[in-house]
Nanobody, 117 residues
Framework: QVQLVESGGGLVQAGGSLRLSCAVS????????MGWYRQAPGKERELVAG???????NIADALKGRVTISRDAAKNTVDLQMNSLKSEDTAVYYC???????????WGQGTQVTVSS
């Protein structure tokens, strides 16, 4: 059973930085997408940044220049570094793993990020 556990959320002042980490446990094989998504109150869940097995990244246009995503295959972790945080970045951040081979879609429980202005 694949499980994703996020950590690193919290309260930060505007202009500050946070690093979120997602630890993946369980057996994963084949090609898959991993990414960070977020959902603010009253809004739909949206992509923040994604990364595939080859390291190719996809970062939301509104966040380019402020976030980076990295993956450690040995540790089975995916990290999201967020800088110059704004109040509109306040949301619950979720880690996701989608397997192209099996079509299975896994999500973490989410971690709250609150940016105070």
């Amino acid at each position: 059973q694949v499980q994703l556990v996020e950590s690193g959320g919290g309260l930060v002042q505007a202009g500050g930085s946070l690093r979120l980490s997602c630890a993946v446990s369980g057996s994963i094989s084949g090609i898959h997408h991993m990414g960070w998504y977020r959902q603010a109150p009253g809004k739909e869940r949206e992509l923040v940044a994604g990364i595939d097995g080859g390291g190719r990244q996809n970062i939301a246009d509104a966040l380019k220049g402020r976030v980076t995503i990295s993956r450690d295959a040995a540790k089975n972790t995916v990290d999201l570094q967020m800088n110059s945080l704004k109040s509109e970045d306040t949301a619950v951040y979720y880690c996701r793993l989608y397997s192209w081979n099996t079509g299975k879609d896994y999500w973490g429980q989410g971690t709250q990020v609150t940016v105070s202005s």
